[in-house]
């Protein structure tokens, strides 16, 4: 995700290079010019026509009346473009999951293979990385590799998981000639020593993104940038700016779950607070959610004003509302009505009535 | 200011290690410990259970696996295998000494070719180095008598392992081959790649339909030989 993060696919062809994605989901939105949705299934929201549109409108040169209904058809002829892909390609690049600082050796993980075939077959390997992914030995690398594919997919260990340290050797029938690694920093040092710095402990297993119910209800793309979920309400923020991403700590419920499937222990919640905390406090939110907060925190410290003023809106409204039961549209609260009715109160306060029971 | 300066000074900076003399010092030792972690207990097994429960994870993962006591037997049970599931007989072989003086002469319908594998080889024969129980994970190394391109290209691999080459842990994988690659420095002499392979290739990104053969090979067989 970090060629994703930086537009690397889209430089590259502006500037005359064309990149091909081999793994088959990213291969599947690249092909339909669109970001993932999700960090570990990036088609995740494509069905298996939408695949076939694709494949035909972009394997032209493959007979038009071929039948492609099924899964095992659409992997087929993916991997039969793809193989020709791999063979003639001059450089590969792939990520890191992991880079060994004992070794100086970079570790991809995939499934498909695609990122052993990507290092293997050019002439040239390039590796991405980004600088928390430092792990001090390959000791430490077993251990963090145990937690990604049990939270990312529920697999004991990924198909491949693959430890590559420089080019072919002189006597070696295969491999690469020349092997390059590059070290991504991109606002990620900046959260060091700073209470966020947690998050750079991030293996992008997605295991926040499959239990939460905020990315369940709105999907990937409703984030609008590479990271979707839990993390990257977290990570998006001090990549981009709180000013451009200053709604996504605010998608949460808070309900806990992120960080409690998070294998690598990240306090989500506790970041995505303090973020809501900094929007705050640098003044990035709406005027009239600012005043309303402050409101709140005035009548709040100050019970019997609390209490009078639940009781008098509950009474007004109750009121007003007496006739349909609800309000299609209410002053201030213009954004809530704007999806759904607000329910009007009964008459009297929660408080009030609590009081009565006691 | 290099990017390179600029990013190693801002953690330092952040970490405040730019001030305390010994750090670099405690960095080394920390990577010269290469200190193990919590392991898990399950794989923690007598030699013959160790075995046995890299047979089930194998499996688990969707790999076949044939068990024969002799070595000498290899070159049949590959022959038997490759019948069995109607594969072509042509195959592409590394060439790895041990591996080749198993007595292939006597299986005159497999055709062999020594090398790294092509795009067209349909079946690949190569060794593991070693075996992780805990997952049913062979461990592959590249080199002149192993190339990488035979347990990637071909859509059939086939893995001889012997049963000593077994461990437990990922952990006592590493420690195997820091013993047997102990390059300058005391730092491991990694080869170019360390393949860890578990199970066939595979792919559920259209519908989250799990298929096998995404890019790698569609099967895998493992050929677990006990001498």
């Known amino acids: 995700m970090v060629a994703e993060e930086i537009g690397l696919n889209d430089y590259l062809e502006a500037n005359g290079v064309e990149p091909v994605e081999t793994d088959l989901g990213e291969y599947i939105i690249q092909l339909r010019h669109e970001p993932p949705s999700h960090i570990i299934a990036p088609a995740i929201h494509v069905n298996k026509e939408e695949v076939a549109d694709a494949f035909r409108a972009a394997h032209t040169h493959l007979p038009k009346e071929r039948v492609l209904e099924e899964a095992p058809t659409l992997l087929a002829e993916a991997r039969k473009i793809l193989r020709e892909k791999f063979v003639a390609a001059d450089v590969g690049i792939t990520g890191a999951n992991f880079l060994i600082a004992e070794t100086g050796s970079t570790v991809i993980v995939t499934n498909e293979g695609n990122g052993d075939l990507t290092q293997t077959l050019p002439k040239a390997h390039i590796v991405l990385g980004s600088i928390e992914k430092v792990v001090p030995t390959l000791e430490d690398a077993a251990t963090i590799l145990r937690l990604l594919a049990r939270s990312a997919t529920g697999q004991e260990f990924s198909v491949y998981t693959t430890f590559s340290t420089g080019p072919r050797r002189a006597e070696d029938a295969d491999g690469p000639g020349a092997f390059h690694v590059v070290i991504l920093d991109n606002g990620r040092s900046r959260m060091l020593g700073t209470e966020f710095q947690e998050m750079l402990r991030c293996i992008r297993c997605g295991a926040c993104l499959n239990h939460c119910p905020v990315y369940g209800a709105i999907g990937g793309h409703a984030y609008g940038w590479v990271y979707p979920g839990p993390m990257g309400a977290v990570l998006t923020p001090w990549l981009v700016g709180l000013e451009e991403a200053r709604d996504l700590p605010n998608a949460s419920t808070f309900c806990g779950k992120c960080e409690a499937v998070c294998p690598m222990r990240i306090p989500l919640p506790k970041l995505m607070r303090r973020l809501r905390e900094q929007e705050y406090e640098r003044k990035l939110s709406p005027p009239a959610a600012r005043w309303a907060i402050a409101l709140w925190a005035f009548a709040a410290r100050r019970p019997a004003l609390y209490r009078l003023g639940a009781s008098l809106a509950a009474q007004i409204l109750g009121a007003l509302g007496r006739r349909t039961g609800r309000f299609r549209t209410l002053p201030l609260a213009q954004g809530w009505t704007a999806g759904r009715d607000f329910p009007a109160p009964q008459g009297r306060s929660f408080q009030s009535l609590w009081a009565e029971r006691k | ?227």
């Open chain 2, 1 to 227: 200011m290099s990017a390179r300066e600029e990013m190693l000074g801002r953690i330092r900076g952040a970490v405040g290690k730019g001030r305390a003399p010994d750090a670099a010092r405690a960095v080394d030792a920390r990577l010269a410990a290469h200190q193990t972690n919590l392991i898990p207990a399950r794989s923690q097994l007598a030699p013959e259970a160790k075995i046995a429960l890299f047979e089930t994870m194998a499996r688990e993962a969707s790999a076949t696996l044939t068990r024969i006591s002799a070595s000498s037997d290899v070159p049949e049970a590959i022959a038997r295998f490759l019948k069995q599931e109607n594969l072509p007989s042509r195959v592409a072989m590394a060439p790895d000494s041990w591996l080749g003086g198993l007595g292939w002469e006597k299986q005159p319908l497999l055709s062999i070719r020594r090398g790294r594998a092509e795009p067209s080889d349909d079946v690949g024969v190569t060794v593991a180095f070693a075996a992780i129980a805990e997952t049913g994970t062979l461990m592959l190394l590249s080199g002149p008598d192993t190339p990488t391109t035979l347990n990637l290209l071909p859509e059939t691999s086939i893995v001889v392992l012997r049963a000593s080459q077994v461990v437990g842990a990922y952990e006592e994988a590493w420690a195997q081959l820091r013993q047997v690659r102990n390059g300058e420095g005391g730092v491991v002499a990694m080869p170019r790649t360390v393949n860890f392979v578990t199970g066939p290739s595979r792919s559920a990104d259209i519908e989250q339909q799990l298929q096998m053969g995404a890019h790698g090979p569609r099967r895998l067989h493992i050929v677990l030989v006990d001498e």
